[in-house]
């Protein structure tokens, strides 16, 4: 299935989840924001939110400093 990933196409499994792609993408530990179809997706929820073909996911982190 096709979505768009932070403004670019991207392919994935069908039923691929928020987690899932996460950590395909290299964002595994890190604490991270995900957005999908402009609705925030909770990190308790990114187990078992599946993506559907067409999704739009941002994904933004923070970056610390001082």
Request: proline share 5%; with cysteine.
């Amino acid at each position: 299935m096709h979505i768009t990933l932070n403004g670019s196409p991207r392919d994935c499994a069908p039923a691929t989840t928020v987690a899932q792609l996460l950590e395909d993408a290299g964002y595994g530990q890190r604490r991270v924001a995900v957005e999908v179809n402009q609705e925030i997706v909770p990190r308790s929820l990114h187990a078992s939110h599946s993506l559907a073909d067409g999704d739009r996911v941002e994904i933004v982190h923070a970056i610390g400093g001082g």
